[in-house]
């Protein structure tokens, strides 16, 4: 391999590692640091593991750190009636998606519960739909840091959460309604 192709995969693995495991802390944080009803059911609660992937799971459907995957089209292609032409680039907008009430009943509201497994009620009803949120894209050109992403922000919340409350200025309240909406 030529040092300049290592030094592209080196750069692109830190770009695409660096920025999005820190925004995705920061979300997280912020949420919990907004919803102090949430937050002190994490904390109270004696698995913290699982609801500290819930707190992850929402924070990617509140803030996407990325707008999601896109696709160039090779040929073309009928969607939903729609005729895509070929070379045209079609980018998912998951950041609309997320919001649509199809979905995610009750969309502006912060309920990590939403991503619990094994439940079957309204307020899950998002993971019937595999595709309405897609933030790490899918298939083979799939986001390779997606586990590494999920362990290094689990760890690190975790860690947090022995000694830290997490708490948001009450000037800072109205952040609130760019969190959802
Ligand atoms: C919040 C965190 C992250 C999000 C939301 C995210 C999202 C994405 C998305 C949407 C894609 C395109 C997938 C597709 O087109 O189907 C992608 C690709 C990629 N991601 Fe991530 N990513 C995150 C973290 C990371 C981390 C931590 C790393 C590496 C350490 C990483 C490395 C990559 C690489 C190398 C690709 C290109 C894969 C390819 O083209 O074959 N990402 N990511």
New binding site residues.
């Given amino acids: 391999m030529t040092l300049g192709k290592i030094t592209s995969i080196v750069t ?2 830190l770009n ?2 660096i920025d ?2 820190a925004s ?1 802390l920061l979300f997280a944080l912020t949420d919990l640091a907004l919803h102090q009803e949430k937050q002190q059911k994490l904390l109270a609660s004696k698995n913290h593991r699982a609801n500290i992937l819930l707190i992850m799971c929402m924070g ?1 459907r509140t803030f996407p ?2 707008k ?3 696709r160039f089209m090779e040929w073309d292609t009928v969607i939903g009636g729609y005729t895509i032409p070929r070379k045209t680039c079609v980018s998912l907008d998951m950041a609309a998606m997320v919001k649509d009430e199809r979905f995610f009943p009750k969309a502006k509201e912060y309920i990590p519960e939403r991503w619990l497994r094994n439940v079957n009620d309204e307020i899950t009803k998002g993971q019937e739909f595999p595709f309405a949120c897609k ?5 083979p ?6 586990d ?2 999920k362990w290094k922000c689990k760890l690190e919340l975790q860690r947090l959460f022995r000694t830290l409350k997490f708490q948001c200025h009450l000037e800072y309240q109205r952040l609130k309604q760019f969190t959802v909406h």
């Fill in positions: 692109t693995l695409a590692g999005s495991t995705s990617r750190v990325t999601g995957p896109a933030p790490f894209g899918f298939g050109r799939g986001c390779i840091g997606k590494l992403l």
